[in-house]
């Protein structure tokens, strides 16, 4: 062994295997969501997934969470099957989505509470860990106030807390920041990548917005229609304050993008 220090290769988190998803609609037509599916993502990796719209990107995400079978192929999360590893390990995958899907008439602290109530965990500890994050989003002073009287922002924020309260290994953000102007989304987006350093997890979003992914991901993939890998692009630190990385990645990413909508016209 030379005298160098030896850099630990991150552990592989999520493997999509030759994942393909087709179903039936309700007027008898051949829908095909996902096709040939295969890449991974490493432990702690941020990766974001952007594609023309109808790409399967949020059918990809309710087969990662066990809500919808594969057709063929397979989705493991931590080398075990995702329908084992979900059932085994409820709460360590959640979703933030568009939006909030907050309940009316549940206050800030409960509504975060929610998760960990269906979880099973006791009720002083569950009003504990939705305090503390409630304060760790900015809002310990709306903890019972009801998503009437929060703004959009701050009904997101309270999301936010709610997805990462059962202390999750995985996020998967479902156009999380799209609903959202686009001040208040860069707030959120600084805030969430500081709380996933934080507590040290991977996540994938799937956004429309190729400047968010560029500023959220490690990584970002290119799906096509129906959802397969087109390509991929590592994103270097820093790369959304560098004007011509920003618009080389950019250029990159549409230019894929433009090709993927083409081949749906053929």
């Known amino acids: 062994m030379t005298g160098e220090a030896m850099t630990a290769v991150p552990a592989v988190k999520i493997r999509a295997e030759h994942a393909s998803k ?15 599916l295969s890449f991974e993502i490493a432990d702690g990796e941020y990766v974001a997934i952007v594609g023309p719209t109808g790409a ?12 919808k079978q594969l057709s063929a192929g397979r989705i493991e999360i931590d080398g075990e099957p995702v329908e084992r590893y979900v059932k085994a390990r409820q709460g360590r995958v959640t979703r933030i989505f568009q939006e909030d899907r907050l309940l009316p008439w549940l206050t800030a602290t409960d509504n975060v509470a929610l998760g960990l109530q269906i979880l099973g965990v006791p ?20 903890r019972d106030a009801y998503p009437s009287e929060l703004s959009g922002g701050m009904r997101q924020r309270v999301n936010i807390a709610r997805a990462f309260a059962p202390d999750p290994e995985i996020i998967l953000l479902d156009e999380a920041f799209s609903a959202l102007d ?12 500081a709380l996933a350093h934080r507590q040290r997890m991977t996540f994938l ?12 991901g490690n990584r970002i993939l ?3 229609a129906p959802a397969q890998l087109l390509h991929e692009i590592r994103v270097p630190p820093d790369a959304a ?5 920003l618009d080389r ?5 549409r230019g894929w993008i433009s090709s993927a909508r083409l081949g749906e016209e053929d």
């Open 182 to 193: 686009e001040i208040t989304a860069a707030r959120l987006r600084e805030d969430f990548i």
């Open 241 to 245: 304050r560098d004007r011509d990385t």
């Open 22 to 36: 087709s179903f039936t609609q309700a007027n008898g037509a051949a829908v095909e969501a996902i096709r040939d």
């Open 249 to 253: 990645i950019r250029t990159e990413v």
């Open 222 to 224: 290119v799906f096509g």
């Open 56 to 67: 399967g990107k949020s059918v990809f995400f309710d087969c990662l969470l066990g809500l």
């Open 205 to 216: 979003i799937v956004t429309h917005s190729i400047e968010e992914a560029i500023i959220l």
């Open 123 to 142: 009720e002083r500890t569950r009003r504990e860990r939705a305090a503390e994050w409630l304060e760790a989003v900015g809002l310990n002073r709306f």
